[in-house]
């Protein structure tokens, strides 16, 4: 069969030969056994409703198995044969352009280049799913193959409910992840849940289909940490970061130390992981050696070079040593899962990786335990860098939060607020958030490199015009940027499909989106696919990250992303998602994200004009009322850009008053 007439066929009538266990491919630890005998016949009957009844005899055994040796049920035998990558739009099968455009966006998530566990759907974080299970991917990738311009898909957690009756200006894709109860959303729901087969964790851009590879977060980190050395009047140039985590979205770090221009440590326990970074040129070296770490980072800030290194081992060696051998940190920070601390986000220290996964699994009150005791250990050796000057952000992994739970001494004097600021309280959300900066991506959907070089040049054009007539307040942003889309072609960041990611605000969002849909309409370019991390302006609700710089007391309500998607979903998105957890782990964030085809039309400029304005505005507003300064000034300017916008603003009131 051809690749098109295999996702024609969704779900195959002929049982496909049952596929080995590739040990080869980086896959997740075993899932704690969590269900009951009565709760595992019932994930059991949810799994075979994808399938006649005439092969439930054969497939309950395997799939016993699975959620047996796994935790989960994956359905490996149903995994496709074709290779998993984004295509060129024209490849794939299909009556509407959008919804091969979707279908584009989900394989790419899913190519092996780009997806942290491939053969469990899982595309970052840990478990940041796409699907749940093969069967999920066959049906999606079947309705989008049949869809029609009057039609609707409807995600439920990966399960694709049906194609309904709509029209051509609705979304042509409506996702949900992990939208559960309130009172049902701690940690252990979900690992019941989503091994009954009924919810997921779509972390931000894995549920959502707009993951693009380590770019997304090399370019926020970037930024991160070229703000994290200006904030201590300090020049990257023979500055050392140290930081750990090189998974799907942790492994930018290195790259990004890179382009900022210090010396990155970036310590990783999963050997598997730390080469494939290694091989992808996402770090320059891997030393296994903590003394041999130790002499190569002297002789790199002795000739100030610009380096990557990745430590294969745990980090809290890494702060230990260096503070013994009195080598100074910088910057310091952690990007380990630890929304996900008890199932392989984050590994305690003196156990090996192996003897650690057992341990997860098999005795996991005990590998809590350790992780706990790692947490306490690590604080209290961030602790004594920072008291020789040492600048450590949460880079919003939920590191301190895990770290305050475990007892570990990370809180401030007043006993509320952590002794360390999230990378959004001091730098993101200030210097970027409140005035609308964002991070704003698209994807060429030819998989031409010569479109992407041409997109690089249109953007760099707007925002060289842009920055003439920018106001003081945000010439810094624009030129940050100008110096990353000038430089993107060199540093090499594609991974996967043809995408290229920066910050803009609305202004610059629609500017070279319309820029875009101009050459698209000229045939100078192939379609293209817009979208943004949920981690922006106003996608995501997270009071220990987005939105950690809102000091009114209203950090810990979810309107804004709420508002975010039912906002997008009639003013032009070709998709829209909503999900439970991302980043920050399962019921501590709700986020949203979007989706827009661009075709050179008429329609996609109104899209354009109207759903990105109010995209990146509905967050400003919402920071405007929290009274931040950055935020107050940028909607203002924004009413003054759009006379039909018209947004309340607070009033301050005078301290003195108290």
Same mark, same amino acid.
């Given at each position: ?33 969590? $269900? ?18 005439? *092969? ?22 149903f995994r496709p044969d074709y290779k998993m990558y984004a295509r060129p739009i024209s490849d794939y099968p299909g009556k509407c352009e959008q919804a091969k455009a979707i279908m584009l966006m989900i ?11 491939? *053969? ?18 066959? $049906? ?19 399960? !694709? ?9 609705? !979304? ?14 701690? +940690? ?17 851009? @894995? ?10 977060? /090399? ?5 991160? /940490? ?35 221009? =210090? ?5 990783? /326990? ?15 070296? /891997? ?61 305690? &220290? ?55 739970? @475990? ?13 360390? +600021?999230?990378? &959004? ?6 210097? =970027? ?10 994807? =060429? ?25 920018? !106001? ?21 960041? &594609? ?17 070279? @989106?319309?820029?875009?849909?101009? @050459? ?14 949920? *981690? ?26 709420i508002q975010n998607v039912i906002g997008d979903s009639f003013r032009g998105a070709t998709w829209v998602s909503i999900h439970n957890g991302g980043g920050v782990g399962w019921g501590e964030v709700i ?58 603003? +607070? ?8």
């Amino acid at each position: 069969m051809t690749f098109q007439e295999q996702i024609q066929q969704g779900i195959p009538s002929q049982l496909p030969k049952p596929k080995p266990y590739e040990s080869a491919i980086n896959h997740p630890p075993k899932r704690k056994d969590i $269900l009951s005998a009565e709760e595992k016949k019932l994930a059991l009957r949810n799994a075979l409703r994808y399938f006649e009844p005439q *092969h439930h005899a054969e497939l309950i055994k395997e799939f016993a198995e699975e959620l047996n040796t796994y935790g989960r049920i994956y359905m490996y035998r149903f995994r496709p044969d074709y290779k998993m990558y984004a295509r060129p739009i024209s490849d794939y099968p299909g009556k509407c352009e959008q919804a091969k455009a979707i279908m584009l966006m989900i394989q790419n998530n899913l190519d092996y280049a780009v997806a942290q566990h491939p *053969h469990e759907l899982i595309t970052y974080g840990g478990n940041g799913a796409v699907f749940q299970n093969w069967a999920q991917y066959l $049906l999606t990738m079947q309705y989008l193959s049949e869809m029609t311009e009057g039609q609707t898909l409807t995600i439920y957690s990966g399960h !694709p409910m049906g194609l309904f009756p709509s029209h051509k200006e609705a !979304p042509r894709v409506v996702v949900t992840n992990g939208m559960v109860i309130p009172n049902y959303s701690k +940690p252990d729901d979900w690992e019941k849940f989503n091994a009954l087969g009924v919810s997921q964790y779509g972390q931000m851009t @894995a549920g959502s289909y707009m993951y693009i590879g380590p770019q997304g977060i /090399v370019h926020g980190t970037t930024i991160t /940490v070229l703000n994290g050395f200006r904030k201590i009047k300090t020049k990257p140039k023979g500055g050392l970061f140290v930081t750990s985590g090189l998974g799907g979205m942790s492994g930018a770090q290195p790259k990004a130390g890179n382009i900022a221009g =210090c010396i990155t440590v970036c310590a990783e /326990v999963n050997p598997k992981i730390t080469h494939i970074r290694h091989s992808q040129g996402w770090i320059n070296e /891997v030393i296994e050696d903590i003394d041999e770490l130790v002499k190569r980072v002297a002789l790199a800030k002795a000739n100030k070079e610009i380096v990557s290194i990745g430590y294969l081992g745990n980090v809290v060696d890494v702060w230990e040593k260096f503070y013994d051998e009195n080598i100074y940190i910088d910057l310091g920070s952690d990007q380990t899962s630890l929304h996900n601390p008890w199932a392989g986000g984050y590994y305690p &220290v003196d156990i090996s990786f192996e003897e650690a996964n057992k341990m997860m699994a098999n005795n996991p009150e005990l590998f809590k335990e350790k992780v706990q005791e790692t947490l306490r250990r690590h604080t209290t050796a961030i602790n004594k860098h920072t008291a020789n000057g040492t600048y450590f952000f949460d880079y919003g992994n939920a590191f301190l939060l895990e770290a305050s739970r @475990a007892g570990a001494d990370v809180m401030a004097e007043n006993h509320v607020d952590f002794r360390y +600021p999230s990378y &959004v309280q001091d730098i993101m959300g200030p210097m =970027c958030f409140d005035y609308g900066f964002g991070p704003f991506r698209w994807v =060429c959907t030819s998989g031409n490199p010569d479109d992407l070089q041409k997109t690089d040049a249109i953007a760099c054009k707007v925002l060289e015009i842009m920055a003439k007539s920018a !106001p003081a307040e945000i010439q810094q942003q624009m030129q940050d940027n100008i110096h990353w889309i000038k430089g993107a072609q060199e540093n090499k960041l &594609v991974v996967g499909s043809q995408a290229r990611i920066l910050y803009a605000d609305a202004e610059g969002r629609m500017k070279i @989106a319309g820029a875009f849909n101009q @050459a698209i309409a000229k045939d100078e370019i192939g379609m293209v696919v817009l979208g943004r991390d949920h *981690h922006d302006v106003s996608g995501t609700d997270s009071p220990y990250r987005e939105t950690s710089n809102i000091y009114d007391g209203s950090r810990f309500t979810a309107d804004m992303a709420i508002q975010n998607v039912i906002g997008d979903s009639f003013r032009g998105a070709t998709w829209v998602s909503i999900h439970n957890g991302g980043g920050v782990g399962w019921g501590e964030v709700i986020n949203g994200g979007f989706g827009m085809v661009l075709d050179g039309t008429k329609e996609a400029s109104k899209r354009i004009e109207s759903m990105l304005f109010w995209d990146v505005n509905n967050g400003i507003s919402r920071r405007s009322w929290a009274r931040n300064e950055g935020a107050i000034f940028a909607i203002k300017r924004a009413m003054e850009i759009q006379p039909l916008l018209k947004v309340t603003i +607070p009033n301050i009131v005078d301290e003195h008053l108290f």
